[in-house]
Nanobody, 124 residues
Framework: QVQLVESGGGLALTGESLRLSCAASEGTFSSYAVAWFRQTPGRDREFVGG????????HYSDPVRGRFTISRDDAKTTVYLQMDSLKPEDTAIYYC?????????????????WGQGTQVTVSS
C-alpha cells in the first residue's frame, strides 16, 4: 500500500509561484497515475490535474491550465505540482492521490491512496 506525503505549501502573493511535492513510499510508483486535487471549506475536492504512469500524459482542469505543471521523477518516487501565476482563488488545501491505472482519473472517488494535504494560501 503506497503512502503519500505532500509538502511545499505555504503563503504566496498574487502572481507568485509555489511548487508542491508528493513523495511516495513505494518503489513501483511508476505504475501509478497521480493526480492533484484541492479543497476549500464546504466544497468537494476539485480535480486540478494529473499525470499518467511514467509521465507520458498529463491533463489539467480549465482553471489551472497554462499556469500549473505536473511532472514526476520516478527515481525519487515524487510527483511535483508547479504553480505559477497564482491567484487568490487558488487558495485551498491541496492533496495528491494515486491509483494503479493507465488513465488520468478526474473523480476523487476513483483514487485509493491519498496524502494528508498541504495548505496553499494566495493573498492579494
Amino acid at each position: 500500500q503506497v503512502q503519500l506525503v505532500e509538502s511545499g505549501g505555504g503563503l504566496a502573493l498574487t502572481g507568485e509561484s509555489l511548487r508542491l511535492s508528493c513523495a511516495a513510499s513505494e518503489g513501483t510508483f511508476s505504475s501509478y497515475a497521480v493526480a492533484w486535487f484541492r479543497q476549500t471549506p464546504g466544497r468537494d475536492r476539485e480535480f486540478v490535474g494529473g499525470i499518467g504512469p511514467s509521465g507520458v500524459t498529463t491533463h489539467y482542469s480549465d482553471p489551472v491550465r497554462g499556469r500549473f505543471t505536473i511532472s514526476r521523477d520516478d527515481a525519487k518516487t515524487t510527483v511535483y505540482l508547479q504553480m505559477d501565476s497564482l491567484k487568490p482563488e487558488d487558495t485551498a488545501i491541496y492533496y495528491c492521490a494515486a491509483q494503479i491505472t493507465n488513465w488520468i482519473l478526474t473523480l476523487a472517488e476513483h483514487y485509493s491512496y491519498w496524502g494528508q494535504g498541504t495548505q496553499v494560501t494566495v493573498s492579494s
